[in-house]
């Protein structure tokens, strides 16, 4: 057989509101395996106006500088058909610190985050992001409010690091050529507000510890090499890469991708968490198999023409 690589990462997010619980929770991965990984989380709050603090907790460290708001590119109509599914219309700068957006008859307010009331903390194993809608009262026009944010997904950077094989050189070589295929193989599990994955200091929120999420809405853009466990996909399509063209990432090559979603809906006896568990699979046949497939070949010539030289020559001498 080739060579196998299999990696895992296990994500353990968190959102609670200090208000009500009823909120719809979106994560955006663009999963770039030979590049950089990004995620944009979103949430759409439900009795915003009385609201006071929307907190997430994010499993890797980030800084502010790390955070970039997406609420202004959706005054690009093609990002918003691209998040929203539908035509739709955003007033920018209604307040200081909101816009108003329209969208299937309905209007929510759209939070344009700023430093003025944004916290960031570091925890243990993570991070917390507060968003103080209280300082914003008086700016939210709607009551319900939606909010988005990029971060940078250091946990899918580190698993689809190139890793250094410590194994026997003679090992590796016998592996590959048995078999010039390389297989990659990596599970990515996604949690939310599940208790036994979140650090002792968040487990303590009392907040947290209430929240019944309504809904958690998962979307993983890959490359189209990649094969995705998609047997519980809500949908699956072709990333369009024209509506996506400015709104994804600068390095990320919309043209070669899949997209899938997941959701999990909780109308009636609500859970307090979500478990999301994906696969991606990767084949490739290796450079260097085909290298050492050549040079055998080439010994094998070699060598194989030099005994015939030499048979030829002993005959001769008898």
């Known amino acids: 057989m080739g060579s196998r690589k299999r990696k895992f990462v296990d994500d353990g997010w968190a959102l609670w509101i200090d208000g009500d619980d009823r909120s719809t929770i979106y994560?955006?991965?663009?999963?770039?395996p030979k590049g950089s990984n990004y995620v944009d989380v979103g949430v759409r709050v439900y009795g915003a106006k009385e609201t006071k603090t929307v907190n997430f907790f994010v499993p890797f460290a980030i800084d502010e500088t790390e955070i970039t708001d997406l609420s202004y590119m959706l005054s690009d109509n093609a990002a918003l058909r691209t998040l929203f599914n539908a035509n739709g219309k955003v007033d920018s700068q209604k307040t200081k610190y909101t816009s108003e957006l329209r969208y299937d008859n309905r209007t929510v307010s759209l939070i344009n985050f700023t430093n003025e009331f944004t916290e960031v903390k570091k925890v243990s194993s993570g991070t917390v992001i507060t968003v103080n809608l209280e300082f914003i009262k008086d700016c939210i026009t709607s009551d319900e409010a939606y909010m988005i944010f990029r971060i940078p997904h250091k946990t899918l950077d580190k698993v689809f690091a190139p890793a250094i094989d410590v194994g026997s050189v003679f090992d590796r070589i016998n592996s590959l050529i048995q078999s010039p295929v390389i297989s990659e193989k990596y599970g990515y599990s996604i949690r939310i507000?599940?208790?036994r994955l979140l650090?002792?200091?968040?487990?303590?929120?009392?907040v947290l510890q209430e929240q019944r999420i309504r809904k958690a809405l998962v979307t993983i853009s890959l490359g189209d090499e990649y094969e995705m466990n998609d047997s519980t996909c809500y949908r699956i399509r072709r990333l369009e890469a024209e509506l996506n063209r400015n709104y994804a990432p600068a390095d990320y090559d919309c043209s070669a991708a899949i997209t899938y979603q997941w959701v999990e809906e909780r109308d009636l006896n609500m859970k307090a968490h979500y478990n999301f568990y994906f696969t991606m699979?990767?084949?490739?046949i290796s450079q260097l198999s085909m290298m050492i497939y050549l040079f055998v070949v080439f010994l094998c010539g070699a060598f194989g023409s030099a005994l015939y030289d030499l048979v030829k020559t002993i005959i001769s001498l008898l």
Do not use: T
Not at 199 to 206: L, S, Y
Not at 281 to 284: A, P, T, V
């Open 27 to 32: 994560l955006n991965e663009w999963i770039n």
């Open 193 to 195: 507000n599940e208790a």
């Open 199 to 206: 650090p002792h200091e968040i487990n303590e929120i009392e």
């Open 281 to 284: 699979e990767h084949n490739k």
